[in-house]
């Protein structure tokens, strides 16, 4: 494939060959699916050696709309010729703000970033200038920063909150302990953790939930414990975005924190990104130096304003949820029909594929999986993230193209490990992320 040989020559000027790992080719089915894309419109895209495939990873969650939104593009089309970035400020960047503070039930003020790694640093940075102490206690992936790789200087801490086994080339060792991770579900271990640093923790910072709903009354529980220990809640809603709602998760959970972080869906993959909050908590950050030239870039402020009016305007998280609950019963009745043994579950807006096997097995079915469905046209993981452009036409051969694949695996299935690795045509996927929320 000529995207291979693109990647190859990647591989001799780009450290490790891409600028995010989920972009990884090993991420996927390598060799097989897509690596280097040439276009993208609505639900699909297509490929460096002409082939088209319907997109289930929306931009790693970044696109929500669908991909050249006409209204967002025009949007931005229209900025441009009005210039993206001077010498002084933009109005824009007040009326985002206004939007975000009407939106989001934590908002009362505003800062912007580029992306959600940048922004979680932004907040980790407010949250410990107000507090004035340093230790974070964090559940969930948050980005490459200093202050979350941290973690890593005690080895293995992030295995199940980043990816296993990542070194903190570069990381001052100075910073060890300063992040300190907690598991998800268990407001025991958290109170522990809270009261072993009293006094020292400036935030729990956290991804109130990725694919699966939390326990009952357990985010309850975590504000109840940061109010106790006055240390600040901090929720990461750069993956979940605004897919359950137009205000992020915290309408839907009823469960407020004190800042709440996100990036990727806000703009339709734009580059975008904001950390907002409570005046008391925010308004301290006009005294840090927190600083850059393109946060106030207005095609970033454009595309999210936009976006997120079009979100309200065309009811996209309800889309988006009735995608999702007809996309899981076709996936069920495919799995059914061949006696795959897999379990569709997620939310309704992000559902996901359990391979029901031994352990050892799981990946080499889920890569499986990815292969199969690449063969017939369907990018993704064993899970999907939605946008409001994946409709029937997506669905119908999603479905049909889900049939024959799990068909495939049942049968490799009878031969055991041998049988699923002899119909593989690529390594079994690395790098997969392996995540505390689900």
């Not at 025991?188 to 939930?209: C, D, F, I, K, N």
């Not at 975005?241 to 993959?269: W, Y």
Request: hydrophobic letters at 40%; one cysteine or more.
């Amino acid at each position: 494939m000529r995207q291979q040989q693109i990647f190859e020559r990647a591989c001799s000027l780009i450290p490790g060959g891409t600028q995010l790992v989920s972009r990884r080719p090993t991420q996927y089915a390598s060799g097989v699916s897509p690596i280097y894309a040439r276009w993208a419109k609505g639900a699909r895209f297509g490929d460096a050696d002409g082939r088209e495939f319907i997109d289930w990873v929306s931009g790693i969650g970044a696109v929500i709309l669908g991909y050249c939104d006409d209204v967002v593009d025009q949007a931005v089309c229209d900025q441009l010729r009005q210039g993206t970035i001077y010498s002084v400020n933009h109005e824009l960047e007040v009326e985002l703000a206004e939007e975000l503070v009407e939106l989001i039930p934590c908002a009362e003020m505003v800062r912007y970033a580029k992306g959600g790694g940048e922004a979680c640093a932004v907040a980790v940075r407010i949250a410990r200038g107000v507090t004035g102490r340093d230790k974070i206690l964090f559940c969930g992936y948050h980005g490459w920063h200093d202050w979350y790789l941290a973690a890593n200087l005690a080895p293995g801490a992030l295995d199940d909150h980043l990816l296993p086994g990542i070194d903190p080339i570069g990381v001052p060792a100075a910073l060890r302990d300063t992040a300190l991770p907690f598991p998800y579900g268990d407001p025991a271990e958290l109170e522990a953790q809270l009261e072993r640093h009293r006094g020292e923790v400036a935030a729990v910072m956290m991804e109130p939930l990725r694919s699966q709903w939390p326990p009952e009354g357990y985010l309850e529980a975590v504000r109840e414990l940061c109010d106790r220990e006055r240390v600040l809640l901090i929720f990461d809603e750069v993956s979940t975005g605004f897919r359950l709602s137009a205000g992020g998760v915290q309408p839907v959970l009823g469960v407020t924190p004190d800042l709440a972080v996100f990036a990727k869906s806000i703009s339709n993959g734009f580059p975008m990104g904001a950390v907002v909050g409570r005046r008391d908590v925010m308004a301290p950050a006009a005294s840090m130096f927190i600083s850059s030239t393109y946060w106030s870039d207005t095609i970033g402020l454009r595309a999210a304003l936009t976006t997120l009016r079009e979100l309200r305007r065309r009811d996209v998280p309800a889309t988006l949820k009735a995608t999702g609950q007809t996309l899981k019963e076709r996936i069920r009745q495919a799995a059914s029909a061949t006696h795959c043994p897999v379990r569709v579950s997620g939310l309704d807006v992000h559902p996901q594929l359990e391979f029901e096997l031994e352990p050892a097995w799981r990946n080499l079915a889920a890569t499986l999986y990815i292969q199969e469905m690449a063969l017939r046209g369907c990018h993704g993981y064993p899970s999907f993230y939605l946008n409001a452009a994946q409709g029937d036409p997506e669905i119908e051969q999603t479905a049909a193209a889900a049939k024959e694949t799990f068909a495939l695996i049942a049968a490799a299935v009878e031969d055991g490990e041998a049988g699923l690795r002899a119909r593989l045509r690529c390594p079994p996927r690395g790098d997969a992320f392996r995540r505390q929320v689900r």
